[in-house]
């Protein structure tokens, strides 16, 4: 299955990139640390996003009514921020379906550790904000689940399969990088 295909390849890419936003969040002092996070989410997640909008709703029918960037916006602006001065962020070059399901394996991926992120986050006195990180509620499971039964359908070949997986690859790596260029959170 194509999902556990990407899981294993992935590993390495995941954990170097779940270290830097675990780093990121064991810096936040204060809600405007939090808003410097949720920008290198925004940033990447939006840049993915329109990567993959052409390629997605074909595959993934119930693509809009699941969790994107606007919940981020959302979150960033509650918080009394703007999506003014991102970071850099560049999403893989998305050319087909396979690819797309590659990238937002990502996206859909980090629903899961949502809660775990709140819990971070509370602890260091966040109150607000965590409408993205929160994901699908009690639904989260399920959504990821049917995510993966269209992602397991989709290859027909051995190249599809590396296909999907490239593209995970590189979005695990880019996601990474809006965190090496994105304004520091100021150590207290």
């Avoid at 995941?14 to 936003?21: A, D, L, R």
């Avoid at 960037?69 to 560049?90: C, F, H, M, N, Q």
């Avoid at 999403?91 to 859909?108: F, H, N, R, S, W």
């Avoid at 991926?109 to 602890?123: C, D, R, T």
Wanted: charged share 25%.
């Amino acid at each position: 299955m194509l999902s556990t295909i990407i899981k294993e390849a992935t590993k390495t890419g995941h954990q170097e990139t779940e270290k830097k936003v675990v780093l990121r969040i064991k810096n936040i002092n204060n809600d405007l640390d939090y808003i410097e996070l949720l920008k290198c989410f925004y940033a990447y997640f939006n840049a993915v996003e329109k990567a993959i909008a052409p390629y997605i709703n074909t595959v993934l029918p119930d693509y809009s009514n699941r969790r994107n960037s606007s919940y981020i916006k959302t979150d960033i602006e509650e918080l009394g921020g703007s999506i003014d001065r991102l970071p850099v962020a560049a999403a893989t070059e998305i050319k087909d379906p396979i690819q797309a399901m590659g990238a937002l394996y990502v996206l859909e991926g980090s629903i899961m550790g949502g809660p775990y992120i709140v819990q971070m986050l509370q602890k260091k006195g966040i109150e607000k904000g965590f409408s993205f990180f929160s994901g699908y509620g009690s639904e989260s499971g399920l959504k990821w689940a049917s995510f993966t039964v269209a992602l397991n359908i989709l290859p027909q070949t051995e190249s599809d399969n590396a296909k999907a997986v490239d593209a995970a690859r590189e979005t695990f790596s880019r996601f990474g990088d809006v965190f090496e260029t994105a304004s520091p959170i100021q150590v207290q």
